[in-house]
């Protein structure tokens, strides 16, 4: 087996070609990475399974990270294994009377928001089966005093907008070896969650951030970028919304980008709180990072100093020059399991003969709960924090870069 760091820096190097294939349209290098993206953690998997796999302590594998299943649950993966080895997997599979546990999904949904800042920093809904899904348009109405017993003088309504959640489905390809399914149901578990949670992260991650939105011809999120507003292409979606020229973290120029998420789209003022930052991993290590970092009195470092509380959340779904800042719980995904529940052979994809192909399906959709909650800047030119320090005794002034 390998070693397990270089299987980590093999994931990693795996990942970074897969975001490139998935940001410039190319299905097919895209699947190939994927391919290569489920051997590894299975080798992954393999590996760790041969050092314990021979112990039957339940305490001793959950030591080791490996969850332990409800009888429901390993009831359903001990049959989904059965159907798999049969000799007709396929048919064996439709005639599966049972669906995957909830539990196991929820169970994802739990390590894709822990694993995962961006699914923290926004109002990441698990919707189970549920397949529409109520919005309120209208945050902000008042009450009106009158006089005890009066007639009610004004009605407080609230409008709703209805999402249909099966409009955008996310598929997972499971490629499953022979291997994998001699190890039993607890493996089969941590290999079904490791690679449901990895791929729907990628799929959520540029939806969330960059998605078109639901046309005749698109099935996607609506992105923090997207000005839903502006007028929809069936080709291209929404428009992006007009970037702000940021240059600096000064508390006035700061101070001007947030007021502007200050205000609804209905023209009710709101509170703020606090904000969220995303940004391209390499523009916060040149842009962001210096532009937010100063150094205290004893000559040590304090990083993501802002005027105002700011959470930076580095992507590789932003393009370099960009950040998008906005209200994060302003943006709401839901994303549940389809009505069946059930792993599907698929004859879509090809692998190595003695692995064996199935998906599953995933409905949701994402979008801004109103379309001031976010921002997108241009950063080209946002400069490095300037420090002026005053010397006790004089009357000028130095500045440190």
């Known amino acids: 087996m390998k070693n397990k760091d270089l299987l980590a820096q093999q994931k990693q190097e795996i990942v970074a070609r897969m975001n490139a294939a998935m940001k410039d ?46 009888s429901e649950e390993k009831d359903y993966y001990q049959k989904v294994i059965d159907a798999m080895k049969s000799s007709n997997p396929k048919q064996a599979l439709t005639d599966l009377d049972i669906v995957m546990p909830k539990t196991v999904i929820e169970d994802v949904f739990s390590d894709l928001v822990s694993a995962h ?15 529409e899904w109520l919005l ?101 979606g929404y ?29 009710n003022a709101r509170i703020v709180q606090n904000v969220i930052l995303v940004v391209n991993p390499k523009d916060y290590l040149t842009k962001v990072m210096p532009a937010s970092t100063v150094q205290r009195a004893d000559g040590t470092y304090a990083n993501d100093v802002f005027p105002f509380p700011t959470t930076v959340i580095q992507s590789t779904q932003v393009e370099v020059n960009e950040a998008i800042i906005g209200l994060g719980k302003r943006y709401m995904m839901a994303a549940g399991t389809g009505k069946s529940g ?25 979008q801004p709960k109103d379309n001031n909650a976010f921002a997108l800047l241009d950063i080209t030119n946002l400069v490095p924090t300037i420090q002026k320090v005053t010397v006790e005794g004089t009357v000028s002034t130095q500045e440190v870069v």
């Not at 800042?117 to 397949?131: K, R, S």
């Not at 291997?179 to 992260?201: F, H, Q």
């Not at 702000?244 to 789209?265: K, R």
Request: proline fraction near 4%; hydrophobic fraction near 40%.
């Open 136 to 236: 309120n348009t209208n945050e902000n109405q008042l009450a009106t005093w009158s006089p005890l017993c009066a007639e009610i003088v004004k009605e407080i309504t609230s409008g709703f907008k209805k999402i249909d959640l099966q409009q955008n489905k996310l598929s997972a390809f499971l490629p499953v070896c022979k291997a994998m399914l001699d190890l039993g149901p607890a493996w089969l578990d941590k290999y079904v969650r490791t690679i449901l949670s990895e791929a729907l992260y990628l799929g959520l991650e540029d939806g969330i951030l960059n998605g078109k939105g639901q046309t005749i011809n698109l099935h996607e999120p609506i992105g923090m970028r997207k000005n839903m507003a502006g007028a929809v292409d069936p080709a291209t």
């Open 342 to 366: 059930k792993i599907e052979y698929s004859d879509e994809y090809r692998f190595l003969e003695d692995e064996r192909v199935y998906l599953t399906k995933f409905y949701g959709h994402g």
């Open 25 to 70: 349209g190319k299905e097919e290098e895209f699947t190939l990475a994927f391919g290569e993206f489920t051997e590894n953690i299975q080798t992954t998997l393999l590996a760790e399974a041969k050092e314990i796999v021979e112990s039957v302590d339940t305490n001793i594998l959950a030591a080791r990270g490996t969850r332990q299943l409800t």
């Open 117 to 131: 800042p961006l699914l923290d920093a926004i109002d990441f809904q698990n919707a189970g089966a549920v397949t």
């Open 239 to 267: 428009p992006d919304k007009a970037k702000v020229t940021f240059n600096s973290f000064d508390p006035i120029s700061y101070g001007v980008v947030l007021g502007d998420l200050a205000t609804t789209e209905n023209g």
